[in-house]
């Protein structure tokens, strides 16, 4: 199990916002080159984890604060009796600020990267000659591709195969959507300050970061309250104050009763998976509406879940005219067409908690608009779970980095969005943003997308808000995932449930 408790707080900045913390720090009264020169001896202590004494570093400093960084690095590394050569990328005249007084403080020799041929020689000679490079380049605020003789330079760099250390951000990732500018550099490990941005999370910035270490550099962390950031990391420090504990009075009826609409005889598993993850998420009971023609292959599969016969539209209103019913869960193995269109409206019209996943959102492919209508009379919350596919079909004039996506698609339908992958993002309306990452790649397989839904429609019923249920069922199947591990089936996942749950509870009664 991978669970992880290290955030003290879920935020995630953009390099906007982090310049702003900034900012309010050094207003405060703490010296912009004090927090450079904690920045630096962060970067120290990530670089010493990673070589032995003695070693030979290179350090690429580019203009900014990231090379003001690593100037200090270098500093304190030659100090410690490190082989040291530093490389600019352009001239120390044109150095300014904090990042000019740490290259005074360096008392080193830099050397410019050559132009040309003598350039192009030099940086591989140096690169096969070191045990690790520090990338200071750019850091988060990069918003411009590499090109020419710095692209030229990070090719260079990955191509060597030597150990990188980057400083903030690999160098052509943007940190606020996590996509790569170009070309990028390919770290083992990333240092950032004070907290991640999203570029961390997001994929490929993720992957091209390796390990994050987030060190504490003296940025007062009351710079929240004045910055409100409204994207997170989504961990349990996000949505804890949202989980539904247990009472001790509380009984079945208290917690819920989701109902799970099942296809056709040919295609019911997907809404019995959907079933089975609700209930184990919390509901108090869990029904199957399954169309006649399913009831025997339903039943013969079903313990703990009730089953209901229901056909048509009328028996859909008829059956959400019963208030206990509290969630429902539509589209997994549903089918797609105009009497799924039909379901769909009749559910959001009973004002329900609701989730419409697979094919209740393929079959609005061609009115979109009619679904995110029918989405904001519903006076209970909407959960809607697309993969890419599906995001495409309903949301085709939305594009952007996937945060940004995320983000228009939620107010455009007025609903939460599960923006589903490998770095899943979890949007509401009213602009919060989570990014996932805790999911292992074995969860790419059939079915997992049921039972995320499923889980969603257990919280919900449980009363969980929209935005909140979306974050905790995503953490909650990422984990489940990491607990089955390879050779995991969709199946898998709910009886992990059990042991994450447990684990969950424990902690959250500790606090």
């Not at 290290?6 to 927090?35: K, V």
């Not at 090379?67 to 150095?95: K, N, Q």
């Amino acid at each position: 199990m991978t669970t992880d408790w290290r955030s003290p707080h879920p935020f995630l900045l953009s390099p906007t916002e982090m310049g702003r913390a900034d900012r309010l720090t050094i207003e405060g009264g703490i010296a912009g080159i004090e927090l450079m020169e904690q920045a630096g001896r962060a970067v120290v202590r990530a670089a010493v984890e990673l070589v032995s004494a003695g070693a030979q570093i290179l350090i690429l400093c580019g203009p900014g604060n990231n090379g003001g960084d690593g100037f200090i690095a270098a500093r304190c590394l030659a100090a410690m009796g490190y082989g040291i050569d530093v490389l600019l990328i352009s001239s120390a005249d044109r150095l300014k600020g904090d990042a000019r007084l740490a290259f005074e403080r360096m008392g080193l020799p830099a050397e410019r990267i050559a132009e040309g041929q003598e350039g192009q020689k030099r940086l591989p000679m140096l690169l096969d000659s070191v045990d690790l490079i520090i990338d200071g380049l750019f850091g988060a605020g990069l918003d411009r591709p590499l090109e020419g003789e710095i692209k030229q330079i990070v090719d260079a760099v990955n191509d060597s195969g030597k150990p990188v250390l980057a400083i903030d951000l690999p160098s052509g990732v943007n940190g606020a959507s996590g996509q790569k500018l170009g070309s990028a550099v390919r770290a083992q490990r990333t240092v950032t300050f004070f907290c991640e941005k999203p570029g961390h999370l997001l994929f490929p910035g993720r992957e091209l970061c390796g390990a994050v270490v987030v060190a504490q550099i003296g940025i007062r962390p009351d710079v929240f309250g004045d910055i409100r950031p409204q994207t997170f990391e989504n961990a349990p420090a996000l949505w804890r104050h949202a989980w539904p504990m247990a009472s001790q009075q509380g009984h079945k009826y208290t917690k819920g009763h989701a109902v799970v609409f099942s296809g056709s005889v040919s295609s019911t598993g997907a809404a019995r998976l959907g079933a089975a993850a609700a209930l184990r998420a919390g509901a108090g009971l869990v029904t199957l509406a399954s169309p006649p023609d399913a009831m025997m292959v339903n039943a013969c599969h079903l313990t703990a879940v009730m089953l209901k016969k229901l056909a048509g539209e009328k028996a859909v209103q008829d059956l959400l005219s019963d208030e206990r019913y509290s969630s429902v869960l539509i589209g997994p193995g549903f089918g797609i067409g105009a009497g799924t269109r039909s379901s769909v409206e009749a559910i959001l019209r009973a004002s329900r908690a609701t989730v419409l996943d697979a094919d209740a959102l393929t079959s609005f492919s061609e009115t979109p608009e009619h679904l995110f209508s029918l989405v904001k009379l519903c006076d209970a919350p909407v959960v809607l779970t697309p993969h890419e596919g599906e995001f495409a079909r309903i949301f085709p004039q939305v594009e952007g980095d996937k945060l940004a996506r995320a983000r228009l698609a939620a107010r455009l339908s007025g609903a939460t969005l599960i923006l589903k992958g490998a770095d899943t993002v979890i949007a509401s309306p009213d602009g919060r943003a989570a990014i996932n990452h805790n999911a292992p790649p074995w969860l790419a397989t059939a079915g997992s997308g049921d039972v995320l839904a499923g889980i969603t429609t257990g919280l919900l019923a449980q009363g969980v808000s929209g935005f909140e249920a979306a974050c905790q069922a995503v953490w909650l199947h990422g984990e489940a995932g990491n607990i089955v591990g390879p050779g995991l089936i969709a199946e898998d996942l709910a009886p992990a449930l059990k042991e994450v749950l447990r684990a969950l509870v424990d902690k959250f009664g500790e606090g």
